[in-house]
């Protein structure tokens, strides 16, 4: 079946300029999860989504970053304002709680802002 | 504060020879550990998981080895292949971080020589 696709998979960006990361998960996947990899780093958790309960946004770096899921399905990490620092992939993945632990990643979005 | 370490970055192995690649991590409430495998420009895969119940979980080639008193995993891979050269990470889940919101590692790159 389909996997989770994210778009777009390149983007460059002006610095200060908003930015829209989409995920649609796997059909019938209940939780998505948003991570950012930068450069030489690893998997940093961003915001995590389970069905209607309220999303866990700890990971989220700063105010200018947001993200909603509509439906319980497509979800978009919003970027405002964007800055120099906020250049890595933004990975999604989503998982099915009561089928197992395992999340199923998209192919990322490079963000690169200049 | 780095819950989930993976303390080499690079690893270098012959072809039909074992990987042994190793993961610490500091939060004894973690209960779920998992590997992912990741190749350039792809999102991560989902390798092979273990649970806090038990020392030890295989999976074809791949077998992973939990000792809860160190805090230390680790992955073996026997026998290695070419394929097999990407960046594997580790991650935790469980105790305050939550069932579903796991930590990871910042990887760790193999390369299988032929």
């Known amino acids: 079946g389909a996997g989770v696709s994210q778009s777009p998979s390149n983007k460059v960006t002006e610095k200060g300029k908003d930015v829209e990361l989409r995920c649609d998960p796997i059909?019938?996947?209940?939780?998505l999860y948003w991570y950012r990899q930068s450069l030489g780093q690893g998997l940093e958790f961003l915001i995590y989504?389970?069905?209607?309960?309220?999303?866990?946004k700890s990971g989220l770096p700063s105010d200018r970053f947001s993200a909603e899921r509509t439906g319980g399905s497509v979800s978009t990490l919003t970027i405002q304002r964007t800055q120099q620092e906020d250049s890595a992939v933004y990975l999604c993945?989503?998982?099915?709680?009561?089928?197992?632990?395992?999340?199923?990643f998209g192919p990322g979005t490079r963000l690169t802002v200049t | 504060d780095q819950q989930v370490k993976q303390n080499s970055p690079s690893l270098s192995v012959q072809e039909g020879r074992i990987s042994i690649l190793n993961c610490d991590y500091t939060?004894?409430?973690?209960?779920?550990f998992l590997w992912y495998k990741k190749y350039p420009a792809e999102g991560p895969t989902f390798l092979i998981s273990?649970?806090?119940?038990?020392d030890k979980n295989e999976d074809g080639r791949f077998t992973v080895f939990l000792n809860k008193s160190a805090k230390h995993l680790s992955l073996h891979i026997v026998p290695s292949q070419p394929g097999d050269s990407a960046v594997y990470f580790c991650?935790?889940?469980?105790?305050?971080?939550?069932?579903?919101?796991?930590?990871f590692g910042t990887g760790t790159r193999l390369k299988v020589l032929a």
């Open positions: 059909s019938g996947h209940t939780a």
């Open positions: 939060n004894s409430m973690f209960d779920y």
């Open positions: 989504f389970q069905g209607n309960s309220a999303p866990d």
């Open positions: 273990i649970s806090s119940i038990k």
């Open positions: 991650a935790a889940s469980g105790g305050t971080s939550g069932t579903y919101k796991y930590i």
């Open positions: 993945a989503s998982s099915n709680p009561s089928q197992g632990y395992e999340q199923y």
